[in-house]
Structure formats: structure tokens, C-alpha cells
């Protein structure tokens, strides 16, 4: 496989689908209700039609995944995995903290990934077993110690309403326990983040592939330790989402499990 090629295309990709953003951002007037709390503008679909328009035209038997066009067929063993705006309520109240975000899997693995923040102008790459980088410089995790003197960043699932108790209970119980909790509004950046030490944890429950593909790459790269809130490996279908520097991840398995949920 031209592992190059792939980097290559998927950056190219980023960037027009980060173009499509920042020529959108303040400017959007047509934002659409997936759910309650789940939006769609036109900077989704449109930096989305460019990212696909890219990778087709270089790879045009690929399969894909992407958030709003969900799965266009091909070769099932080489598929993209694209969130063309992760952050679209920041991005909708005009808040610059989203990204474009493109996974490429191979035979079911994630083996790139790129996270593109277009209004700071951050490109995180990460090739498996490559290691990760930010605009060329090696990224890794902090070495905190213990979960008293790190910085945690969380997210809420659109539905959060629905299971406010359980949402708010790991809330609580790390927010106690920690030197502080943030709550930024773009997994893929969270993940970034954590993978370049600026956070030492991140958790998150009900995520899609889209949110976490390149960032659990980028993160597992950088030295990170990723896996649900059962402590097993994490891949982008389940349910939850674990990512701390390593050193704090038991005690942090400790403070999501609640009592009677083995594991969440």
C-alpha cells in the first residue's frame, strides 16, 4: 500500500474541506436540526462534498463513511472515515474550535489519521506505529501522575438529556477529583489535545467513528492509552471512550464506573 500517497491525499483533503469552512465561518444561514441538539449547515455538506471529491479523485474504488452522506460502497478493506466539521455547534455560534477529520482504515485498522483545526492552522498526523505530529513536531503525552493534578476534557452526547443522571454522576465524581474538567465541543481535537499533553484524560460516551477514528490514532500514537470504560481496547463503534496519558488511566477507570453498570 503507498502509505504516502494516502497522507498526502488525506491532507490535501483536510485543507479543502478546511477552505470550505473558514470561507463559511460567520456566514452560515442554513443550520438544520438532526436532533434536539444535533445541527447540519452547509459548511458540513459542502466541506464534506470537497473532502470526497478529493479522496475520489485520487482513490476513486475506496469506500467511504462520512457523517452526512453516511456509507458510499467500495472496496470494503480501504475506507475513509471523514467528519467534515466536528464542532458544528461552536462553528454555528461562531466559537473557532472545530476541525475536519479524516481516518483511513486498512482491513478494519485505522492506519492514518489527520485533524485539521482550520481557523488555528494545526494539522495532527499520525501514520500506525509511525508516531504523531503536530505541523512536524513529535507529540506526546503529559507524565501527570495522578488524576489530582490533571486537567480532564469531556463531552456530552447529544441525547445527554435522556441519561442525565449517569452523564452527570461521572461528571461530578471527576470534576471532584481533578485540578479541572473542560468541556470543548470537538472530540477530535479533545483527543489531539491529550495526545500533545495538554490534557492528560479525555472520556466520552456515544460517540460515532467519524468523531474519534483519527483522534484515537493521533492519541494511541503519541503514547496515549485509549479504550472504553471496561478498559478494553477502544475502536471507533463503541460505546465509550477513554483516553488519558497511561499513568492515570486506572484511576480514572475507577471514576467513571459506577456502581451496577460493570463497565458502562
Known amino acids: 500500500m503507498d502509505f504516502d500517497a494516502i497522507r498526502q491525499t488525506a491532507i490535501a483533503a483536510a485543507h479543502q474541506g478546511g477552505a470550505v469552512l473558514r470561507h463559511l465561518f460567520g456566514r452560515v444561514t442554513d443550520v438544520r436540526h438532526k436532533g434536539v441538539a444535533d445541527l447540519v449547515t452547509e459548511a458540513d455538506t459542502g466541506s464534506e462534498k470537497a473532502i470526497i471529491a478529493t479522496i475520489r479523485g485520487v482513490f476513486p474504488s475506496h469506500a467511504i463513511l462520512a457523517e452526512e452522506s453516511g456509507s458510499i460502497a467500495g472496496d470494503p478493506d480501504r475506507v ?58 513529535t507529540l506526546q503525552v503529559s507524565r501527570t501522575d495522578q488524576v489530582s493534578q490533571s486537567l480532564l476534557v469531556t463531552g456530552f452526547a447529544y441525547d445527554f438529556r435522556e ?54 490514532l493521533i492519541a494511541r500514537e503519541s503514547g496515549a492509552q485509549v479504550t472504553d470504560f471496561a478498559n478494553h481496547p477502544y475502536e471507533p463503534e463503541q460505546p465509550s471512550i477513554l483516553a488519558t496519558n497511561g499513568v492515570i488511566h486506572s484511576e480514572m477507570l475507577g471514576l467513571l464506573n459506577l456502581e451496577g453498570e460493570g463497565g458502562g
Open 80 to 137: 475513509w472515515i471523514i467528519d467534515p466539521l466536528d464542532g458544528t455547534t461552536n462553528f454555528t455560534h461562531g466559537l473557532p474550535f472545530f476541525a475536519v477529520s479524516i481516518a483511513f482504515a486498512a482491513s478494519g485498522q485505522i492506519v492514518v489519521g489527520i485533524v485539521l483545526d482550520p481557523i488555528g492552522g494545526a494539522l495532527y498526523l499520525a501514520q500506525k506505529e509511525r508516531g504523531a505530529t503536530c505541523n512536524g513536531r
Open 163 to 216: 441519561n442525565g443522571a449517569r452523564v452527570s454522576a461521572r461528571f461530578d465524581r471527576c470534576l471532584l477529583a481533578a485540578q479541572g474538567v473542560r468541556r470543548l465541543g470537538a472530540a477530535s481535537l479533545d483527543l489531539c489535545r491529550v495526545a500533545c499533553g495538554q490534557f492528560d484524560g479525555f472520556w466520552e460516551e456515544k460517540l460515532k467513528p467519524w468523531d474519534t477514528a483519527a483522534g484515537m
